[in-house]
């Protein structure tokens, strides 16, 4: 009999030990599933309103619910850009285009063609925001992305491709990023095509705390995501910048990530049209290999 109740005691101890190592192990193996990339849409994406391709490589992967328009604009028969409008924020999540040796081509000048976009309903107009709010009316699609025709840069002028900028990030370092971009993109020899998705952080923890006339909110960060492809290879990388000002000695190159660590903090899933094994092949390259900058900064 005494054997029999040392054995329970020892069983019931046991358990008991079992379960509280369980407790301690479930918190890391919590944050161990923080530190993958999450994709949770916001609602169904058949809420979503859809009024454009949404089969296009350069697409991030929508958001879903009825909160977001996705929108494809076309300019003189050919694909211009693509944008996700949050009409809660009253700002685009990204814009997504791509360069081919069309859209490429640098044929009109800058527009400053200022307008509403047509494809998303008046009552969220914001072209009246920006005015005394501190803050400049900042190109997602710059102007000089998009110089194929005149219809083309005229669009990258709507007001769902603006975000609020401070002008010394948007005329500094965003601006320096914008032009090595359009290099690569222009240079036949080093690319095919380059396809391009970037914007400013909208998520509620990568925002300022004040919303420009309590409704438009100001990122804290602004990114990039490249995919280049050269006859059967693609490539890829990454940038992300703080919204403030940058020193002019900044080096670009320093600012690079790779795009699954972009994925990580921004919470958005890029080219995710790609084969598999072609998008975990790009999305891990390491920017800072002696590969990829032999490619991307020819050191």
């Avoid at 918190?27 to 923080?34: D, H, K, Y």
């Avoid at 602004?222 to 910048?241: C, D, H, P, Q, S």
Wanted: charged share 25%.
């Amino acid at each position: 009999m005494k054997k029999l109740t040392l054995l329970i005691a020892v069983a019931a101890l046991g358990i008991l030990v079992y379960k509280q190592m369980t407790k301690e192990a479930a918190p890391a193996e919590q944050a161990s599933a923080q530190d993958l990339p999450s994709y949770s849409p916001q609602g169904a994406i058949e809420d979503e309103i859809i009024n454009g391709d949404t089969t296009l490589l350069e697409l991030p992967r929508l958001a879903g619910g009825n909160n977001n328009y996705f929108v494809t604009h076309r300019a003189s028969g050919k694909v211009n850009y693509s944008l996700e409008y949050d009409v809660t924020k009253l700002h685009s999540r990204w814009v997504a285009f791509s360069f081919d040796a069309a859209t490429a081509e640098d044929n009109v000048r800058r527009s400053d063609a200022w307008s509403w976009d047509p494809k998303i309903p008046a009552a969220y107009d914001t072209s009246n925001f920006f005015r005394r709010s501190g803050y400049s009316r900042g190109h997602l699609v710059a102007s000089e992305d998009r110089t194929f025709s005149q219809a083309a840069n005229e669009q990258t002028f709507y007001y769902t491709n603006m975000s609020p900028q401070l002008q010394t990030h948007n005329a500094g370092i965003w601006h320096r990023l914008e032009n090595r971009v359009q290099e690569w993109a222009r240079d036949r020899a080093f690319c095919d095509r380059l396809y391009v998705a970037k914007g400013g952080t909208i998520r509620d923890d990568q925002v300022e705390a004040e919303r420009i006339k309590g409704k438009m909110v100001v990122p804290r960060y602004y990114w990039m995501a490249l995919l280049m492809k050269k006859g059967k290879t693609y490539e890829g990388i990454a940038f992300l910048t703080e919204h403030r000002n940058y020193g002019k000695g900044e080096r670009i190159d320093g600012l690079t990530l790779s795009i699954r660590e972009l994925e990580q903090f921004t919470g958005l899933d890029f080219f995710y049209h790609l084969p598999d094994d072609i998008e975990q092949a790009v999305e891990t390259t390491d920017p800072h290999s002696a590969a990829s900058r032999r490619l991307w900064w020819k050191q």
